[in-house]
């Protein structure tokens, strides 16, 4: 893949928006069936700063016909930034890697330059012994730093796999010792996951690469878990997720980290993208209000 400078952006001078909330992202799966411009028009409609970008609908537009340059172009017109890419898997597995997981993080590394990403997800499961998942993180991040923004690594911790929560993940951050390397912190995942406070408390501030924010109840609809996560979440306030308390402690501890709205709902997929975009932006502001974050 040709390499391609990233543009500046102009500012978001969309007065009929809402006004956008710094560091406020649209993730990619809040609208994972929307076409790119009806994504781009949410996130202004929301009040965003920017969105996240999914490896896997990247290349699907480039197949389409998009280049790089009207990607950016598209972006930049709407005043928004794509910082945040998801998401590698595949990447500690035992010898050989996959040409699939190869292939992706190739997508992601270049798409880090085209954008001027700062952080790309990388989630599990690792294959070997945890010193081996140690090793392969570390070489990701050695990877990965050179492209984008210095583009950091966020590890996202998920119940189902054996990189279950905030500890694990973070031992893994810290045996690897690399600067660009922390986690990805999804209210999902905590509340469904080891629900320990305590945890969240013990992450430093700056290994707090981003955050994704959705609610959900606490008893989940579909006992199969991956089914649903990506069916079931529901719009900040509407759930039963302690979402103040979430924003307090990261507060508290000095956590700046882009927060990522990941609704992924079959409910608000049936809606115009637009609506969807206003729906959530409105309703994390008020959180965030309550939090006084």
Same mark, same amino acid.
């Given at each position: 893949?040709? $390499?391609?400078?990233?543009?500046?952006?102009? #500012?978001?001078?969309?007065?009929?928006? #809402?006004?956008? /909330?710094?560091? !406020?992202?649209?993730?990619?799966?809040?609208?994972?069936?929307?076409?790119?411009?009806?994504? !781009?028009?949410?996130?202004? @409609?929301? &009040?965003? $700063?920017?969105? &996240?970008?999914?490896?896997?609908?990247? !290349?699907?537009?480039?197949?389409?016909?998009?280049?790089?340059?009207?990607?950016?172009?598209?972006?930049?017109?709407? &005043?928004?930034?794509?910082? *945040?890419?998801?998401?590698?898997?595949?990447?500690?597995?035992?010898?050989?890697? #996959?040409?699939?997981?190869?292939?992706?993080?190739?997508?992601?590394?270049?798409?880090?330059?085209?954008?001027?990403?700062?952080?790309?997800? @990388?989630?599990?499961?690792? *294959?070997?012994?945890?010193?081996?998942?140690?090793?392969?993180?570390? /070489?990701?991040?050695?990877?990965?730093?050179?492209?984008?923004?210095?583009?950091?690594?966020?590890?996202?911790?998920?119940?189902?796999?054996?990189?279950?929560?905030?500890?694990?993940?973070?031992?893994?951050?810290?045996?690897?010792?690399?600067?660009?390397? &922390?986690?990805?912190?999804? %209210?999902?995942?905590? *509340?469904?996951?080891?629900?320990?406070? #305590?945890?969240?408390?013990?992450?430093?501030?700056?290994?707090?690469? =981003?955050?994704?924010?959705?609610?959900? +109840?606490?008893? +989940?609809? =579909?006992?199969?878990?991956?089914?649903?996560?990506?069916?079931?979440?529901?719009?900040?306030?509407?759930?039963?997720?302690?979402?103040?308390?979430?924003? $307090?402690?990261?507060?508290? =501890?000095?956590?700046?980290?882009?927060?990522?709205?990941?609704?992924?709902?079959? $409910? !608000?997929?049936?809606?115009?993208?637009?609506?969807?975009? /206003?729906?959530?932006?409105?309703? %994390? /502001?008020?959180?965030?209000? @309550?939090?006084?974050?």
């Amino acid at each position: 893949m040709q $390499q391609t400078a990233p543009v500046q952006p102009p #500012s978001n001078d969309h007065t009929e928006a #809402s006004p956008p /909330r710094p560091n !406020l992202l649209l993730a990619h799966f809040s609208m994972r069936y929307a076409d790119y411009p009806d994504r !781009l028009a949410a996130a202004v @409609a929301g &009040g965003f $700063q920017g969105i &996240g970008f999914f490896v896997d609908e990247y !290349l699907r537009l480039i197949a389409a016909g998009w280049t790089d340059e009207s990607l950016v172009a598209a972006l930049h017109d709407h &005043g928004l930034v794509a910082p *945040e890419l998801e998401a590698l898997t595949g990447w500690a597995t035992l010898g050989e890697r #996959s040409p699939h997981s190869i292939q992706r993080e190739e997508a992601l590394l270049h798409m880090a330059d085209v954008f001027g990403a700062t952080h790309m997800q @990388a989630i599990g499961p690792y *294959e070997g012994t945890f010193a081996d998942c140690i090793e392969a993180y570390a /070489r990701l991040c050695d990877r990965a730093v050179v492209h984008g923004q210095d583009l950091r690594v966020a590890i996202e911790f998920l119940p189902f796999t054996n990189l279950p929560n905030a500890d694990v993940a973070m031992e893994v951050v810290n045996g690897a010792g690399r600067a660009n390397g &922390g986690l990805c912190v999804d %209210t999902w995942h905590h *509340e469904r996951g080891a629900r320990d406070w #305590s945890m969240l408390e013990a992450i430093p501030a700056e290994r707090v690469i =981003n955050m994704q924010f959705d609610d959900g +109840p606490i008893v +989940p609809v =579909n006992p199969d878990y991956l089914t649903d996560t990506i069916s079931y979440r529901e719009v900040p306030g509407e759930g039963e997720f302690d979402l103040v308390r979430f924003l $307090q402690l990261m507060k508290a =501890n000095g956590v700046t980290a882009p927060i990522s709205v990941e609704v992924i709902s079959l $409910q !608000l997929q049936q809606l115009p993208p637009v609506e969807v975009g /206003r729906r959530l932006g409105e309703a %994390t /502001r008020a959180i965030l209000d @309550a939090a006084s974050w």
